[in-house]
């Protein structure tokens, strides 16, 4: 029986399609299992009961500099510094991460390891152990390191933010002298720090390109929500990894949906940390006249939201379907922090978003939202009450938004989804 292990860095958004593909993989009759650090085993627990969870690993007192990272991260508006934030912490995953999968692999060594793109560790383990694997990247397209992609002076940068409307004459000419400027700037900071790394474990210099060179990688978007450029052939957009079935919503809830004005779900994900000044102008942004708000807050972050909430608010900690939630026919807007799986729930459940992204990658997705006309966002620091309410309006009432969401869906079917990317990891093990 084949055997894959999936390994991704603790965070849902980059564990949650790899759990996808392993339940589409153990449905074919593999053997799989997904391998973090054990702060995540009862997330994939509670997400897929039937995978089976490796422990890499605990991250100790560096869970707490992650939580600050990402507090700080939130409310930094300059989003490449605040994604710089991230790297002292994930310098202290990798020790973790990487012991903890060459042990994995050396007492039960896979046929394949599909890593997170973004999970150094993991590529590093794949190449001291001699195991053959792929790639998965949960972000967009930029995710993938720039020198293994044909130049494409139209389409925005990594982190940038920007439209593929505001790139002009000029931004295009300078393309070349802008991709050496950002390969120079990731050389001395993100591979320094990742060659510092590999040399504690005997491993020498490489390059962010350098291991992924041939390497089956599988982008989970689409083009259509993403801009379109030329792709070699090891790289292949597979579209979102969402779950075949929708677990049905809870009575209580799908009662309190169904019975009353059309909702506004909110969420801001897993990984923002809302400062209590934002999450003081999203409480008010979302009382919405003629609507009710859905508001999912994690409990270390709830405490700090201003009090008294408006009566149309409906506070939880957690939903066990957002799809579900998202699909209702009663829900008419989602307002999203803009993370890229939450966005392909809703445009796969037909819910058109408004966006206020809060770090790394997000504002580029929310960017994507607007261009493919599914959306609007606001700019997570200067956005006022008055702005988001006129947003979530707008993008609730005027049909055109959610008119636009069925060529992407097919869009998503055409690109084949966790089958497609499933088929993709069978052939990488077989060569």
């Not at 560096?62 to 939130?74: D, G, W, Y």
């Not at 966005?343 to 819910?351: D, R, W």
Request: aromatic share 6%; net charge positive.
């Amino acid at each position: 029986m084949p055997y894959a292990l999936f390994t991704a860095l603790p965070f849902v958004g980059h564990l949650n399609p790899l759990l996808r593909q392993a339940e589409e993989l153990q449905k074919r009759g593999w053997r799989v299992a997904v391998a973090s650090t054990r702060e995540m085993a009862d997330h994939c627990a509670r997400e897929s009961p039937a995978i089976p969870f490796v422990n890499l690993g605990t991250l100790g007192d560096t869970i707490q500099e992650l939580r600050a990272a990402e507090a700080a991260a939130t409310v930094d508006p300059d989003y490449r510094r605040g994604g710089m934030r991230f790297l002292p912490v994930l310098g202290k995953i990798w020790p973790v991460m990487f012991d903890g999968l060459v042990a994995a692999v050396a007492s039960d060594r896979p046929s394949i390891l599909i890593v997170d793109i973004f999970s150094w560790a993991g590529v590093d383990a794949a190449e001291a152990t001699g195991v053959t694997f792929a790639l998965n990247n949960p972000s967009l397209l930029t995710g993938v390191p720039q020198g293994l992609l044909a130049p494409a002076p139209g389409v925005p940068m990594m982190t940038t933010g920007q439209s593929i409307h505001d790139i002009g004459w000029l931004q295009r000419t300078a393309e070349p002298l802008l991709r050496g400027l950002m390969a120079l700037g990731i050389r001395f900071t993100v591979l320094r720090g990742v060659n510092a790394l590999r040399r504690t474990r005997g491993l020498p210099n490489t390059t962010l390109e350098a291991p992924l060179r041939g390497r089956q990688i599988l982008v989970n978007g689409a083009f259509g929500l993403e801009y379109v450029r030329p792709l070699p052939a090891n790289v292949e957009m597979v579209g979102p990894m969402l779950a075949e079935d929708v677990p049905p919503l809870p009575p209580d809830l799908e009662r309190w949906l169904s019975d009353g004005p059309p909702v506004i779900y909110t969420n801001m994900g897993t990984v923002s940390a809302n400062s209590t000044e934002q999450l003081g102008r999203i409480a008010n942004g979302i009382a919405v006249e003629g609507m009710r708000a859905l508001w999912i807050v994690r409990p270390p972050h709830a405490d700090r939201i201003p009090r008294p909430l408006p009566q149309s608010v409906k506070l939880m900690d957690w939903v066990p379907s957002p799809r579900a939630v998202l699909a209702h026919p009663n829900v008419r807007v989602f307002v999203s922090h803009c993370g890229i799986n939450s966005v392909h729930e809703s445009l796969a459940a037909g819910t058109p978003v408004v966006g206020i992204p809060m770090l790394a990658d997000q504002r580029d997705m929310a960017a994507r939202v607007a261009d493919a006309g599914v959306g609007l966002w606001l700019d997570k620091s200067r956005f006022t009450t008055a702005q988001l309410r006129d947003a979530i309006a707008k993008v609730s009432t005027d049909s055109a938004f959610r008119d636009r969401i069925p060529a992407l869906q097919k869009a998503f079917a055409k690109a084949g989804g966790v089958k497609r990317a499933a088929d993709l990891i069978e052939r990488a093990a077989a060569q």
